[in-house]
């Protein structure tokens, strides 16, 4: 539009002056007649205040503008003029503006304050401040006590605050009526006194002690702005203060209630500012009041105490650093005395103020944290950060499977699945054969570090077959159908089985942990191993899993049959440690291996290693830069093209135990690759 319109009440509220009556309707113009009249930006006393003159139009006051360019805004030597102010917010409609009309005059219309200029919704006779400091940095806990011992009104507390304030500005009257406005730096009072002035209105007078940001500067201007008396107290003074009793009671009920609940010490100034708003819709015994509490008796109106919720419900739980740590709950292997032995690191270890020791670093020569480690006879030892991920890492494969050392066979047991001996005879196209499987077995194996642990016979069949064999033997089961088909051969064949054994230095790989972090097996069984860590690192692991996957499934109605033609698969959960930074990671998978193949074509083509490698020459002969991008359960963005169905699991929570088709190429399913294969090509090409 060619004109911008500017409302004048918008103006007048930034502190602008607009003398909208035209100079010739005026007896005795001057040069502020009919024009804007910008506040003084200096202090001295004779700095003259900036003044825009208008013009009229008809009957329409105006005056020229032009649009400046991004050099002008940069430019420092111009003027730069707030016709408007960024808070609060204009509302044009907010009824405040009615009410502090309202209060200026009686039902007559005439003026009911006298001797005082246009004020707020509120008028307070006096309000008492000053600008000491308490330290509660030290080692002491007692938070209220620390508030006690100094009456301060501008509190500093020099430890980690979660909102970065370090004082708080407290205006407070003699009748137990106080507001709280936290700050960062004591050059702020001037924006605690704004907002006062905005929410509260604007007092008669304000008592301050000698702090120079409260008598010079932005803070005085605002005051004259206001037309607010600013008095200063007699030094060493400060019984003179009418206000200091209510200032000692506001500290000493925040002190209170950060004790009680047990709130952190850095949550102090959510504390004194709720402290002052319920201390200002009290009662107190206090003759002025006259039975009424502090907000009723500068409102005039009947406060809603509706809008105060208990103060532990307001405050956001903050996590334990044990709860967040990756390290915690890990077993690993450390040198005692001769031999190693297994610890477990049980928690941070914490200085004498409380607070955890040391900083987190994703080098870990540089991670300074300590942590408390336990052996299995009860006693604790301290070890940094860098010493257990050594230890965790050095006990590893590539792939994060423990090794160990086998010491010797403890025992053994055969479970009710395990093939009998008048199961293990088949014919096979007219031949007899012995059925080969080991499933059921169970050997007790005693390791290095003397612990102890039921392991698979399959497992330990491929890692330590000449001792198992022997164990066999002494044992009297080597005719089990579990024994029978293979240990005559590996005996005859000892000699060179062990020769081969010993250029491969085989240890045994410990499936059930991973980086000496144990690993579940089942949705239950993460859900139990979080309850016994008191974390929840792996039930957050499968809700974020679900969250990516949950779109993968059709779930059917109660009542809905599968479609006919449709083969059913199982789903399950598994479960991962990521070796960079030890999150826990689950992944939903379909048991494809039990489906028939679809009559499409299954193979994915990949892109050889050739291929990437000459385009990274390509890129650096050309200083082209490399962009890298990992698309999050890629194989779920594509569609499913066989005919699948499952019945979901507990990790769908209230759907668990309902139908549902799969209508995304889940992973483990055959085809998933080539679906997402021919999906990738087909949004490429578009």
Not at 73 to 78: I, N, R, T
Not at 355 to 362: F, H, L, M, Q
Not at 559 to 571: D, I, L, S, T
Request: net charge negative; with cysteine; aromatic share 8%.
């Amino acid at each position: 539009m060619d004109n911008n319109l500017l409302c004048p009440m918008q103006c007048r509220l930034n502190g602008v002056t607009v003398n909208e009556i035209p100079k010739f309707l005026v007896d005795n113009p001057t040069n502020v007649t009919h024009s804007l009249v910008f506040p003084m930006q200096e202090q001295d006393d004779d700095a003259q205040p900036t003044i825009i003159p208008l013009a009229l139009d008809g009957v329409t006051s105006y005056f020229l503008v032009t649009k400046p360019t991004q050099e002008d805004v940069e430019d420092e030597s111009m003027l730069h003029l707030d016709l408007t102010a960024e808070n609060p917010p204009w509302n044009p409609q907010d009824p405040d503006f009615a009410h502090r009309e309202r209060n200026m005059v009686d039902s007559a219309g005439l003026i009911n304050i006298p001797d005082t200029t246009a004020r707020g919704p509120v008028f307070i006779s006096e309000v008492s401040l000053n600008n000491d400091a308490v330290d509660v940095s030290g080692d002491t806990d007692l938070f209220a006590q620390a508030l006690d011992d100094n009456v301060a009104v501008t509190i500093a507390y020099l430890g980690k605050i979660l909102t970065g304030n370090t004082m708080s500005q407290v205006f407070a009257t003699d009748f137990g009526w106080s507001r709280n406005y936290p700050m960062r730096q004591k050059s702020q009072a001037h924006e605690a006194l704004s907002v006062l002035f905005s929410r509260e209105g604007v007092p008669n007078a304000i008592v301050t002690d000698d702090a120079k940001e409260m008598q010079k500067g932005k803070f005085a201007q605002k005051c004259r702005d206001a037309d607010t008396d600013l008095r200063q107290l007699e030094p060493f003074t400060p019984w003179a203060n009418a206000a200091e009793r209510e200032i000692k009671e506001l500290k000493r009920g925040a002190g209170r209630k950060l004790i009680s609940s047990k709130c952190p010490k850095r949550f102090w100034d959510y504390c004194l500012e709720f402290e002052s708003y319920i201390r200002s819709h009290t009662a107190h015994d206090i003759f002025k009041l006259d039975g009424r509490v502090p907000e009723a008796l500068v409102s005039g109106e009947t406060p809603d105490i509706n809008t105060f919720p208990d103060l532990k419900e307001e405050l956001p739980e903050i996590p334990t650093p044990e709860a967040e740590d990756n390290y915690v709950n890990a077993e690993i292997m450390l040198p005692r005395g001769d031999g190693f032995e297994r610890g477990r690191v049980v928690k941070r270890k914490r200085g004498i103020d409380g607070e955890v020791i040391g900083r987190a670093n994703s080098n870990p020569i540089l991670d300074t944290r300590l942590y408390e480690v336990q052996f299995p006879g009860g006693e604790v030892t301290e070890l940094t950060a860098n010493v257990i991920a050594q230890s965790m890492y050095a006990q590893c494969d590539a792939d994060g499977n423990e090794y160990l050392l086998l010491e010797s066979f403890v025992d053994y047991r055969k479970e009710s699945g395990a093939l009998r001996m008048d199961e293990q005879e088949i014919v096979v196209r007219g031949r007899k054969s012995l059925r080969r499987s080991t499933k059921g077995w169970k050997i007790c194996c005693q390791w290095k570090d003397n612990s102890t642990s039921w392991e698979k016979l399959s497992d330990l069949k491929e890692s330590h077959p000449v001792q198992v064999a022997e164990y066999a033997v002494a044992q009297g089961i080597a005719h089990e159908p579990a024994f029978n088909w293979w240990v005559t051969h590996v005996l005859r064949k000892r000699d060179r089985i062990v020769a081969a054994v010993k250029k491969r230095n085989v240890r045994y790989l410990k499936k059930t942990h991973k980086f000496g972090i144990e690993l579940p097996k089942s949705v239950a069984e993460a859900y139990e191993l979080d309850r016994r860590n008191g974390d929840t690192k792996w039930a957050d692991a499968i809700a974020k899993e679900m969250k990516n996957v949950r779109v993968a499934f059709r779930i059917l109605p109660d009542g809905e049959r599968v479609p006919q033609n449709y083969q059913f698969v199982h789903c399950h959960m598994i479960f991962d440690v990521k070796m960079e930074d030890l999150r826990r990671k689950a992944r939903l998978v379909a048991g494809g291996h039990t489906t028939e193949a679809p009559a499409t074509m299954t193979y994915a083509s990949v892109v050889s290693r050739e291929t990437v490698r000459i385009a990274l020459l390509i890129a650096a002969l050309n200083d082209l830069p490399v962009w890298a991008a990992d698309i999050m359960n890629a194989y779920v963005t594509a569609p499913n093209q066989e005919k699948i169905w499952t019945t979901l699991g507990p990790e769908f929570g209230e759907d668990a135990g309902k139908k549902a088709i799969i209508v995304r190429a889940l992973y483990g399913l055959k085809s998933a690759g080539a679906s997402f294969r021919n999906h990738l090509g087909n949004v490429c090409e578009r």
